[in-house]
């Protein structure tokens, strides 16, 4: 019998997904010890962008968060996003910090790290699948899966391989849009499996109602791990349900090792808490449909709540169809990035400008550091009149950018002095100086508060 596992993200991607992962640690848990029992192949926990949104919004320490999560649920692989050489955040980071981020995170819990590249430029994940690897943990390579002129098998499997001998145990295919249709999970993983050899892991959105599908077809080829979300956080720009696909690949007689009466008592905490989020705003409810526009625009789950979200607080919700019309023409200029982060940010912000400026009136910083080679090679031909006007004569850079970088930890950390507790709050810092300034200061704040109030009621 043919065996599927479960990458369960109710805590990353579809918090991720449907709620700007505004899901506070503890709204969940209480569930980590039953969710430890579900039988999932992982739980994807940590990294995405819960780093920053725990920083941020949630004035909480992510690494706490995961060491609390790794101690709540000791028979779980926990498992991180990881992006590359863009770490956690949205530009490159030297050598030595990305080491030492991978350092950290094995060291505070994270058995399974999942790398990938918005460009497939795989000089940018070389760093930190060999650090992973070094430090005892599952490095996962991952594809940015998109559909574009320039994207072919052939060149995905090429990106796994080169993967795969940089140290890769296994490949996800990442389809961050939803815009994997059946067939094509079919040929991607079969060619994968037949040609590269390793397992193969599908993750995809439900966004343009493809999904189901999707996997369906691509457990065919022989996929041996799919991602999924608890019910009641799946659908819409999330996964797939967990329950549903246990309960369906029962029915067609695979072996799916999870509990259902543990699904159910997992999705059952959670509902609660999603009505919460729909009742708030948090969760708007187009999030939750579907929309095979996106089969169009190729903007992931993600990107689409972040683009509603932006274009509300200015007012300009009603501008949403021209913004997702531009983003295809943004990314051919760019030369087909995938729509993963950071490209996804850069090309909504772009579009938006586009749509709101004119066409190229205000070209972000982001988008001027991409054009110069920063994040890497670009798929396909870069639009040259943009890369005039964005750049005017100055130089391109054509080798890995991180090698013009100097070693940043240990100045960082010495200028730092006592700001900061641990080299985990330094990685804080780097990844996102001025957020993690305001909550180091918080939480001092925050303890000393705790300190006077105690003593004062020991002097009542
Ligand atoms: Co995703």
């Not at 060491?67 to 863009?86: D, E, T, V």
């Not at 490209?343 to 772009?350: A, N």
């Not at 890369?387 to 391109?396: F, N, R, T």
Request: proline share 4%.
């Amino acid at each position: 019998m043919k065996k599927v596992a479960f990458t369960e993200t109710v805590l990353r991607d579809a918090n991720q997904s449907l709620i700007a992962t505004r899901l506070s640690f503890d709204k969940f848990e209480k569930i980590l010890p039953t969710m430890d029992k579900a039988g999932y192949y992982s739980v994807e926990c940590w990294g995405g962008a819960t780093f920053d949104a725990c920083l941020r919004f949630l004035k909480e320490d992510p690494w706490e968060r995961l060491r609390k999560i790794r101690a709540a649920m000791p028979n779980s692989k926990l498992q991180m996003l990881f992006r590359g050489q863009n770490m956690l955040g949205y530009k490159h980071y030297p050598d030595d910090v990305v080491r030492k981020f991978i350092q950290k995170s094995v060291e505070n819990g994270i058995d399974i790290i999942r790398i990938f590249d918005a460009l497939n430029d795989t000089r940018n994940v070389k760093v930190a699948i060999e650090e992973t690897v070094k430090r005892g943990a599952v490095a996962s390579g991952a594809i940015s899966y998109t559909t574009s002129p320039v994207h072919t098998l052939k060149n995905f499997v090429g990106v796994a391989e080169e993967m795969k001998k940089m140290g890769a145990t296994t490949i996800c295919v990442k389809d961050m849009a939803g815009v994997m249709g059946p067939q094509e999970a079919y040929d991607i993983t079969k060619a994968l499996k037949e040609e590269v050899g390793l397992p193969v892991i599908l993750h995809t959105h439900c966004t343009t109602g493809l999904a189901y599908a999707t996997y369906l077809k691509g457990i065919e080829a022989g996929a041996d791990v799919i991602d999924t979300a608890s019910s009641c956080f799946s659908g819409g720009t999330s996964q797939p349900a967990t329950e549903t696909f246990a309960y369906l690949l029962q029915q067609l007689g695979y072996q799916a090792d999870v509990d259902m009466a543990v699904l159910k008592e997992v999705n059952d905490h959670f509902k609660p808490i999603r009505n919460q989020y729909i009742a708030d705003g948090v969760l708007m409810p187009r999030s939750l449909t579907t929309d095979t526009d996106a089969l169009t625009y190729k903007v992931p789950g993600g990107m689409l709540s972040n683009l509603f979200s932006q274009l509300k607080q200015l007012n300009a919700l009603d501008r949403l169809e021209e913004v997702l019309a531009e983003v295809p023409n943004v990314r051919k200029d760019l030369g087909y990035p995938p729509l993963v982060t950071p490209m996804s940010q850069m090309v909504g912000v772009q579009a938006t400008q586009n749509v709101l400026q004119g066409r190229y009136n205000n070209i972000g910083k982001e988008v001027k550091s991409y054009l110069r080679g920063e994040y890497g090679k670009a798929p396909g031909e870069v639009n040259q009149e943009l890369v005039k006007k964005a750049l005017g004569d100055a130089e391109i850079i054509t080798c890995r950018f991180a090698d013009t970088l100097k070693d940043e930890f240990e100045e960082t950390k010495a200028k730092l002095g006592d700001k900061v507790r641990c080299d985990e709050d330094v990685l804080s810092y780097i990844a996102f100086p001025q957020v993690a300034e305001t909550f180091f200061a918080e939480r001092k704040e925050r303890e000393e508060r705790k300190v006077s109030y105690s003593i004062e009621k020991i002097e009542d």
